[in-house]
């Protein structure tokens, strides 16, 4: 088989179909807004931190090659999914290993040699710990998820997720990692997401009953998955050729299963909703530094970057590795 006659099979099995006809939009109404605001009250009279919408891009997935990684749309609604807290002051920590305070070390990288502000290490046992200087607000019956930021892996620190009925708690709370590696230093610099917020609604996941079915049981999703998986056996097959031919650069030309990123099947159906970027609303801005670590935070009316490729490429498809969907 010819570099030529795989690329036009690739092309082919990737959907060059008529137009699928337009979604059933019934079933599958939107979330509208409905008056809900997330309400962040300073603890002090000018924001040590920036909050800002969680930005589409990692520089680990950038760093793939081609960019690959950015064909994988649940990462890149996972990654806008929520808003950052930015860490105000440049620091180096380093757990010695002990369970003591003393045992986590904080050394300042400010360039006047002051002490890194918010965070300190009180609870030993190698936990970092960060001051939130907010008092958060949800709605009522909403809690708020605190996590670290999603898809962005640090080395020899985890970020520590907890669960804030903010709806009613005149407390703050802190945002916790934990060392992992003693011995080993660990720099966090000025505007880089420490913390990651978003609300939920309580008793949402408890509503929730669970089954389990044999897929058998319903023939029309048998015959979806079956072509679909149909189709990715086939365009696995003909990168694995293209790579022995051909090399990787081919390979990568060939494509990928674009039908989750697109909102269709491999039958030509479409979603009813779906989405492959979310807006979120920012923040007002109050003076602290937003644009080092956001490039949309300078304009407060700018959404999130979309998935396509930072190069100005098509917009990238669904690798189908995650298998999300």
């Not at 030993?124 to 019956?141: D, H, I, N, S």
């Not at 009613?168 to 003693?182: E, Q």
Request: glycine content about 8%; overall charge neutral.
């Amino acid at each position: 088989m010819t570099q030529g006659e795989i690329v036009a099979e690739q092309r082919s099995a990737n959907g060059a179909t008529e137009p699928p006809a337009a979604p059933d939009h019934s079933a599958y109404e939107p979330v509208a807004k409905q008056g809900n605001v997330l309400t962040a009250y300073r603890l002090e009279r000018k924001s040590v931190c920036a909050l800002v919408p969680a930005p589409t891009p990692r520089d680990w997935m950038l760093a793939t090659r081609r960019k690959n990684a950015n064909r994988c749309l649940p990462l890149l609604i996972a990654n806008q999914s929520g808003w950052w807290l930015l860490n105000p002051d440049p620091f180096e920590v380093i757990w010695t290993g002990g369970s003591t305070a003393n045992h986590v070390r904080i050394r300042s990288l400010r360039e006047d040699g002051k002490e890194p502000r918010l965070v300190n290490g009180h609870f030993g046992y190698g936990v970092l710990t960060w001051q939130v200087p907010y008092l958060f607000r949800t709605p009522p019956g909403w809690n708020l998820v605190v996590r670290g930021p999603t898809n962005r892996p640090k080395d020899g620190i985890v970020a520590l997720d907890g669960v804030v009925e903010t709806d009613w708690a005149v407390a703050t709370f802190t945002m916790n990692w934990k060392i992992t590696r003693p011995n080993h230093p660990i720099r966090f610099d000025a505007d880089e997401p420490f913390c990651m917020v978003f609300p939920q609604r309580r008793g949402e996941l408890e509503a929730f009953d669970t089954s389990v079915r044999d897929i058998s049981e319903d023939p029309e999703l048998t015959r979806q998955f079956n072509a679909w998986q149909q189709s990715r056996e086939r365009i696995t097959g003909q990168t694995l050729v293209a790579q022995r031919m051909f090399g990787h650069e081919v390979a990568d030309e060939l494509g990928f299963q674009r039908h989750y990123f697109m909102g269709t099947s491999p039958g030509g159906a479409t979603a009813p909703v779906h989405q492959q970027k979310l807006s979120l609303c920012p923040f007002p801005h109050d003076g602290a530094r937003t644009d080092a670590a956001n490039p949309h935070a300078a304009n407060p009316h700018a959404t999130p970057a979309s998935s396509a490729p930072q190069n100005g490429a098509t917009p990238p498809a669904d690798d189908g590795n995650s298998g999300r969907g």
